[in-house]
């Protein structure tokens, strides 16, 4: 009966590990679907933003865990916001993000992913992915994500692109503004900013 327990158990726990993806592959799955529409998609080719910001927003950021970037972004700032505040930020911020990120698919042409060895436990709760881009005729641009377990699958909590981590990066810019004139300010620059590109947009 003990042999056959464990039996039992091992195949419970083989069952557990096949059914949780893998983070290599969960990055490989969602860039290789981002990039084969980039070379195929003839809208993004002629340069529409909007279709780059949809893309951007259906494809990218289902797979972000947007709260916890919220939180680390805004650090000390997050808890002593109201929860008007925080959502107000949640939704600028994440607007800017489609609007910042929708614009630079739209300068990738020929591009390659190149995925480096990724080494993880199966019960690692956190794992970084390596990855870089390959262009002709310039160094390759590393780009990591930082993903956290999200049931049987992942969810990215930060990208760190040639060095400069987005959570970091973003933290430090709005902290400056935050300190010096409050998360109020914060949020309505933010909208300030999206509000400017849908007039770039428009005057495309």
Not at 15 to 22: F, G, L, N, Q
């Amino acid at each position: 009966m003990k042999k056959f327990l464990l039996i039992i158990l091992a195949l419970v726990m083989s069952i557990t590990v096949s059914a949780a993806e893998a983070p290599d592959l969960f990055v490989k799955k969602i860039a290789d679907e981002v990039f084969e529409i980039l070379k195929t998609d003839k809208d993004l080719k002629a340069g529409n933003k909007e279709k780059a910001y949809k893309i951007t927003e259906e494809k990218i950021l289902p797979y972000f865990d947007f709260d916890r970037i919220s939180k680390l972004v805004l650090g000390k700032a997050w808890p002593a916001a109201s929860k008007e505040e925080q959502e107000a930020f949640k939704k600028e911020f994440r607007l800017m993000i489609i609007k910042t990120y929708g614009s630079a698919l739209l300068k990738f042409k020929d591009q390659t992913l190149n995925y480096k060895p990724t080494r993880f436990q199966p019960s690692d709760e956190e794992v970084l992915v390596r990855t870089e881009i390959l262009q002709s005729g310039a160094p390759p641009l590393p780009i990591d994500y930082m993903l956290e377990k999200d049931g049987s699958s992942w969810r990215v909590f930060d990208i760190i692109i040639e060095g400069v981590s987005l959570v970091t990066n973003y933290r430090g810019q709005f902290g400056n503004e935050i300190k010096q004139n409050g998360i109020a300010s914060l949020i309505t620059k933010l909208a300030e900013k999206n509000a400017d590109f849908g007039k770039a947009t428009a005057n495309k």
